[in-house]
Every structure is written in structure tokens, then in C-alpha cells.
């Protein structure tokens, strides 16, 4: 494992070799206080809101870290590694049926999705929300991991599983498109 630069990702990688070298308890739950929230947050926008089926996936999440610590190889911060293992079992819930997924987007993400002003009137929130769930699913997905989620492009690339060059593409074509259908609401605003 290289060493890493950001003192949070430092900390991470101390605890995960403290649970890989001693199976110190507690150790994992801090990684897992650390980290439980922005999981829980990314199944949320994954499956739109459903605080329900977050948690369970999350429980899963959590689970399955716990069984595949040892495949952490530190070529990617450790939150850019736990992420995709979410995104992973999202998937594989979502392509076996087991999750309800109803298309569309989580309203509390509308102000944070492209700097949408949390004051911005009900009527532009209402027409971002339906232009973000036209997106196509990989344009959606990508512009959540970056804009939401905040991961740069190689991060939501490793989540996403995809190379980076798509993962751009993703993010501009879903820019592209969401300016295009408000830019209605540009020509009303000074």
C-alpha cells in the first residue's frame, strides 16, 4: 500500500491493518461510524429516497466489508474502495430482483445537485427533478457520485466500474442535457 497524503484516508488504512493484523473489534467499528453514513446516503440515491431498503443494503454493505477487508489493496482511498463495494451489492440486489426500485430522483438531493439554490423556487426544484430523472441511469449515477457524493471523476470511475474517459463522458453529456432542458428558468433569472 502506498502511503496516502490525506490524513483521513491514513487513519482509515491504520484501522483496516489493525482489524486485518490483530481482529481488534473495535477497530472495525470505528471504520464503520466513520464511514456508515456515506454509505447509507449513496444506497439512498441509489434507490431514490427509500430509507427502508438503504439500510438493508447497508447492513449488507457492512457485512460483506467485514468478510472482504483483506481484499483492500490501497490502490484507491479507502472510502473510493467501500463505495464501490456498495455500488456493487446495489447491483447485484437490483439485477436479482430483491430491490423495489422506483425510477426517479431523491427531492432532498435536488439542492445539492448542480447548486441548486436551497431557496430556488418549488417550480425550478419540480422541473430539475423531473429533468434529472429523464437522465439516462449511467448519467444520473455518474453526476450523484460527483456532484452528490462528492468523488472526483477517478473515484466515481473505481465505484462505478467504469474507465474514466466514459465516466466523463457520463457527467458532461448528463450536464449537457439538464442545461438544455432548464435553460428556460436561465432566461427567467438575471
Known sequence: MAEPHDPEDRLDRLLVRRVLDTGEAQAFEQLLRRHQGLVRAQLRRLLHGDAAQADELAQ??????????????????FAT????????????????????????????????????????????????????????RAERQALMHCAELGLSHEEAAQVMGVPLGTLKSHVQRGKQRLRH??????????
Do not use: C, M, N
Not at 449488507?60 to 482511498?77: P, S, T
Not at 456493487?88 to 427531492?107: H, I, M, W
Not at 432542458?181 to 438575471?190: G, H, N, S, V
Open 81 to 136: 474502495w467501500l463505495f464501490r463495494l456498495a455500488y456493487t451489492v446495489f447491483l447485484e440486489s437490483r439485477r436479482k430482483g430483491r430491490l423495489d426500485v422506483q425510477e426517479g430522483v431523491e427531492p432532498e438531493a435536488l439542492d445539492e445537485a448542480l447548486g441548486a439554490a436551497p431557496q430556488a423556487p418549488q417550480a425550478l426544484r419540480l422541473d430539475l427533478q423531473q429533468a434529472l430523472a429523464r437522465l439516462p
Open 181 to 190: 432542458w432548464l435553460q428556460d428558468w436561465k432566461e427567467r433569472t438575471p
Open 60 to 77: 449488507e454493505v457492512f457485512l460483506r466489508l467485514w468478510r472482504k477487508l483483506d481484499q483492500y489493496r490501497g490502490e484507491a482511498r
